[in-house]
């Protein structure tokens, strides 16, 4: 049998809301269902509509429990699993303190493994059913996180990172070396089982002008990949660019001259632009990616999410948790701060809002809406089953709320890896099985 029925409270979203009564921008059926076979939504609708097809199905029955997309991260770091936590450092010397000692040991391909194997697993066990990461600069780190995808199914974007001067020797390598590691990466991983390349050079700082010229060429050859990289989160980090590239208009124009800025391009942080940097970004189409809690942990700064979204030339804008330089792996607890966030700015983001950042929203800036992040038929069926009453504190909030937006908000401000009941790649239940592993392991 391999068609099944999973029931539930269904929600999908269609578009972006426009404010907390926007009841069209949503598909929500208080006993819905999905047909799923081969990995793959095949009818969403009322239980009651698909009775008749459930006849020969597996039922799985997760009322009354919400189902919803699977969350998405369009930004994080696998290496940093263990840095993570680490006290007290702006970006640079995070970055020279912690994040590069702990990269240098990514040489050890069954370190990789070990490391990419838990990255994936806890972001299943938080209901993230997508990413978009980070390597290191070893080949075998993508290696091992592209392997570690194809056997979950996930739909993983990654790269290794392409740098080539201002880190420790052992962690740099040449423009001609991150070209062919690149290539070679590609033609190994694009593409097989639900794995995307994304080219990523780390960003200014860490790349010569020769090394962003190779990472450019990738970029001509190979037009329908992501590219990914960092912009404007910290001050200092932006003068210490600038000393390095004193012929560019401004940080964003960096990477504009070196044909980086694309449609599928995923720029970290974004915190401070100029107007000038927000219209290139905004007309080449590239995606602001906030990473709030990361902003928050290294004293970055505010993003300014609803001034972007709002402005003439308007900015295409993904969430992430940006760990290890964010402090939580779940999407939840990540729009709980990204509220926060925007309103120190003096606004205030709804709930429906933040849900459809995190699926609708994030698949669309990653350009993969029509295989991820609705619940639309013929999309994969990952997907997240969340119990707003998980955990004592949710369960008597929960007595007083009346609105399905009012319960959506509740998950987001209280809710964690304790609220999600259920994770589904491509059909397969898989937070189960995670719950009975004991940890890293050996």
Same mark, same amino acid.
């Given at each position: ?36 076979? #081969? ?50 450092? #702006? ?34 066990? %938080? ?56 290539? $070679? ?42 590219? %990914? ?127 459809? %950042? ?48 009012? $319960? ?35």
């Amino acid at each position: 049998m391999t068609k099944k029925l999973i029931r539930g409270r269904t929600l999908t979203f269609l578009a972006r809301p426009h404010g907390i009564d926007d009841h069209a921008s949503f598909r929500y059926e208080e006993d819905g269902a999905l047909l799923i076979d #081969e990995g793959r939504i095949l009818r969403a609708a009322s239980f009651e509509d698909l009775k008749e097809a459930a006849a020969d199905c597996e039922i799985v029955d997760h009322r009354p429990h919400l189902i919803l997309p699977g969350f998405i991260d369009t930004h994080a770091h696998f290496p940093q699993m263990q840095v993570i936590a680490s006290y007290g450092a #702006e970006l640079l010397d995070w970055l020279n303190n912690y994040t590069f000692p702990e990269e240098m040991r990514f040489a050890d391909s069954d370190h990789a493994a070990r490391i990419a194997s838990f990255f994936l697993d806890e972001l299943l066990r %938080q209901g993230t059913t997508t990413v978009a990461a980070y390597c290191s600069v070893h080949p075998e780190s993508a290696d091992a996180l592209f392997a570690a995808a194809c056997e979950r199914d996930m739909c993983v974007i990654a790269g290794k990172v392409m740098m080539d001067r201002n880190a420790p020797e052992a962690l740099t390598d040449t423009p001609q070396t991150s070209y062919d590691d690149t290539k $070679e990466l590609i033609r190994r991983w694009h593409g097989q089982s639900r794995c995307l390349y994304a080219i990523t050079p780390r960003f200014a700082i860490t790349s010569t002008p020769e090394q962003l010229e190779a990472a450019g060429a990738l970029v001509r050859e190979h037009p329908d990949l992501h590219v %990914q990289t960092h912009l404007s989160e910290n001050h200092a980090e932006i003068d210490f660019t600038m000393s390095l590239y004193p012929q560019a208009k401004d940080y964003t124009g960096i990477y504009e001259d070196y044909g980086l800025l694309t449609p599928r391009t995923l720029l970290g942080h974004c915190i401070h632009l100029s107007e000038r940097e927000a219209d290139i970004i905004s007309e080449t189409g590239s995606v602001a990616v906030f990473c709030p809690t990361s902003n928050l942990f290294l004293g970055s700064g505010l993003f300014d999410y609803q001034r972007y979204r709002r402005r003439e030339k308007p900015l295409r804008m993904a969430t992430a948790t940006d760990v290890g330089g964010g402090t939580n792996y779940s999407m939840l607890r990540t729009m709980d701060e990204a509220y926060k966030v925007i309103a120190l700015n003096g606004e205030k983001l709804d709930p429906l809002g933040s849900f459809w %950042q995190m699926t609708r929203g994030n698949a669309e800036a990653l350009s993969l809406a029509d295989e991820i992040g609705t619940l639309e038929e013929g999309t994969t069926a990952d997907l997240v089953v969340l119990d707003s009453s998980a955990v004592p504190a949710m369960s008597v909030r929960m007595e007083r709320v009346s609105t399905l937006a009012e $319960e959506l908000f509740v998950l987001q401000t209280l809710g964690d890896d304790r609220a999600v009941v259920e994770t589904y790649v491509a059909g397969k239940p898989v937070k189960g099985e995670l719950n009975g592993q004991s940890g890293l392991g050996a």
